[in-house]
């Protein structure tokens, strides 16, 4: 299931093809609270079976995207359809969605069993139907043994599986995840990253996934999209999302990276040189329309500064820290400060003088005007 | 520090005087005003009404002769009268269950309406301030205002004359326990109000997003969701409203007929007009019995819910 129409990742967002209902489409969404724009004029295209992830920072509108899905929020404007169904009539509890809530959302008066079985009891299913299925599901977030048990009983990994097996219960044709991990310490949270994908792989079911951790959302995604201020930045795969970012937002965003400052020297068929300052000319690929002379941004990444030994005057070490596996050294360049991420051992000591290689296929170029 | 404190005109604090408060060497005694007000207030007063029980009545005042006689009286009553204390008392525990039912049915609507209902916070303040206002107003007053609005030649009548409406229910009306039930439900509906909002505000919006989340509608959220939440605060406010109603004797004498006497009427007639204080003492500790057990239930049933 997962396979047979995960091939259509990337496909164009808008109008869907002939014949083939997507899990979940919004067309021209629009949300306002008041006079804030939370969504604009959002198109987007969830294929079944995939593990989608919005990513932004707060406030960039993957929140209230979700909470339009899952029929919390009406939007001002727009059509939201779920497998080719509209939804704009539909009240949340008649839409074949469900929601892992932020904070889990358990029903603190009820055991654990009684909460996964909610749904399905007062769908009508029959007490013993509802019992098998209840055990089954907590079988399958490996939590067989709690469900006698008040939720607050339970620590917070366990609430979170409880959270899960009570929406998957529900078999949705889409699971909505609200920033689920977000409560958890960081070692539990990045435990229950690959539970989450061995769960989406089990269960075959549409993920949307809600975070502003870059880190969880590479993770975990077959697709993330890139969210800032009501817009979507980027559509694309981890790895396209991280080697090549379409705007300087979405390559500041993902993972660390520098921002420089340069000037166009040569442009070369989606290929800039730069010329920035005391760095020299540093080349990378671009989508934007660019010319000789236009100011514009350079995103290198950290992990490819390379650095030598360099004579005075050049570029200077500001600062070097031990972080995890390798070296982070700020070297300051005119004006500019570039983080340069080194194996152990071939760092250089604060005041040291040194040269900067930036040489990478992953480096981008954006236009220096905002929102370019 | 003490110039500064002159110049804004505060008494000037020595060094001393503030290191022992910030130290809190001595904290203790800072529980001592409380401990002392519930004792002198509280403590002695009860002590006193229970030896005050615990004497044997004679005509023109007490015997300081110990005797369970009293007590005796209350339960079994006499030869004379009958056993008078034991069904007013029950009476009186009846009305304080029509009232709290009453005023819970009331209070839940409203409550829920300015948790959940009412988004604009100014809207919300103005009408929790009309829930409060009441409470400002004297009993005595509200009480009397009952008698008023509910009398023959009343406010109700009129208005029912005025629209040609038969009004013969209403000759029986004031000076009932209908009467009584309808003041003292007036009178505890804000508390019941301000206690069940207290938890519904609690209540994260989430847990009713969960519950639709998982096909449930309106009303059955409500049901199965809301009102199981919402325990606390209704036994809370219950148990407020039933010990406060069953004990009340002022709307009884108000707005009450002869045969709607409470259990405080008998007290307070038998440290008035009757003079018996000792038989009164007892009567007394008997209803305070009652409430300490209601007390006691309500408290074991909030922490079974809260778990």
């Keep these: 299931m997962i396979n047979a129409e995960s091939g259509l990742t990337g496909a164009p967002t808008a109008g869907a093809p002939a014949g083939h209902a997507a899990a979940v489409e919004l067309d021209n969404v629009t949300k306002r609270y008041g006079d804030v724009m939370a969504v604009e004029d959002l198109d987007l295209r969830v294929e079944d079976g995939q593990f989608l992830t919005l990513l932004g920072p707060s406030g960039c509108g993957k929140t209230t995207t979700l909470r339009l899905i899952g029929g919390f929020e009406a939007p001002n404007r727009g059509e939201i359809r779920i497998a080719g169904d509209d939804m704009s009539s539909r009240p949340a509890y008649k839409r074949p969605v469900n929601t892992v809530f932020q904070q889990y959302a358990l029903f603190p008066h009820l055991s654990v069993s009684q909460n996964v079985g909610y749904g399905l009891r007062h769908a009508g299913v029959s007490r013993s139907d509802t019992a098998q299925r209840v055990a089954a599901m907590m079988e399958l977030m490996q939590i067989p043994d709690v469900g006698e048990r008040r939720p607050r009983e339970l620590s917070g990994g366990q609430q979170q599986r409880v959270a899960l097996a009570r929406a998957l219960v529900m078999e949705p044709k889409v699971l909505l995840l609200d920033e689920p991990l977000g409560a958890l310490d960081y070692k539990l949270r990045k435990e229950m990253q690959f539970e989450l994908k061995r769960i989406h792989r089990e269960v075959g079911v549409t993920f949307i996934y809600v975070t502003h951790d870059q880190e969880e959302a590479m993770t975990m995604s077959d697709r993330i999209v890139v969210m800032s201020n009501g817009h979507i930045e980027q559509d694309a795969s981890p790895a396209e999302i991280f080697d090549r970012p379409l705007t300087a937002f979405v390559a500041d965003f993902i993972g660390d990276t520098n921002i420089v400052h340069g000037t166009v020297t040569r442009i070369d068929n989606g290929h800039a040189t730069v010329d920035v300052g005391p760095l020299g000319e540093i080349g990378g690929s671009t989508d934007d329309d660019l010319k000789s002379g236009d100011r514009v941004r350079v995103s290198i990444r950290p992990t490819d500064v390379r650095v030598e030994a360099g004579a005075a005057g050049e570029a200077v070490v500001q600062d070097s820290v031990l972080v995890g596996g390798h070296i982070a050294m700020k070297i300051a360049s005119g004006d500019e400060t570039v983080v340069a991420h080194v194996a152990r051992g071939s760092s250089y000591e604060p005041g040291a003088n040194v040269h900067l290689h930036v040489d990478s296929d992953r480096i981008r170029v954006f236009a220096a005007a905002e929102g370019a | ?307």
């Design chain 2, 1 to 307: 520090m003490s110039d500064a404190a002159a110049q804004v005109g505060l008494p000037p604090v020595t060094p001393e005087e503030d290191h022992k408060v910030s130290e809190g060497k001595g904290r203790a005694f800072l529980g001592i005003p409380v401990v002392g007000w519930m004792l002198i207030f509280f403590g002695v007063p009860y002590f006193l009404l229970f030896l005050q029980s615990l004497w044997e009545p004679t005509a023109f005042g007490v015997a300081h002769n110990w005797t369970l006689e009293n007590y005796k009286l209350v339960f079994l009553g006499d030869t004379l009268s009958g056993n008078i204390y034991i069904p007013t008392l029950l009476r009186s525990l009846k009305v304080g269950a029509m009232v709290t039912i009453c005023a819970t049915l009331l209070a839940f609507p409203i409550a829920y309406l300015l948790a959940f209902k009412i988004s604009n916070s100014r809207t919300r303040l103005m009408l929790y301030v009309l829930v409060i206002v009441p409470l400002w107003a004297s009993y005595l007053l509200r009480a009397y205002a009952w008698k008023v609005i509910l009398g023959q030649n009343g406010l109700l009548g009129s208005v029912l004359d005025q629209l040609g409406l038969e009004n013969t229910f209403l000759n029986n009306l004031l000076y009932s326990q209908t009467a009584v039930v309808i003041t003292m439900t007036h009178i505890f509906t804000p508390f019941m109000i301000l206690t069940i909002y207290a938890v519904l505000e609690r209540l994260p919006p989430s847990l009713i997003e969960a519950s639709k989340d998982l096909g449930v509608g309106r009303m059955k959220t409500f049901l199965t969701l809301v009102v199981p939440l919402s325990l606390p605060g209704v036994i809370a406010g219950a148990t407020f409203t039933m010990g406060l109603s069953s004990g009340d004797f002022v709307a009884p004498q108000l707005v009450g007929g002869k045969n709607d006497v409470m259990i405080a009427n008998q007290v307070y007639s038998q440290f008035g007009a009757t003079n018996n204080w000792p038989l009164g003492s007892a009567i007394a500790f008997v209803l305070l019995g009652f409430v300490a057990i209601l007390v006691a239930l309500s408290t074991q049933a909030e922490k079974r819910e809260q778990l």
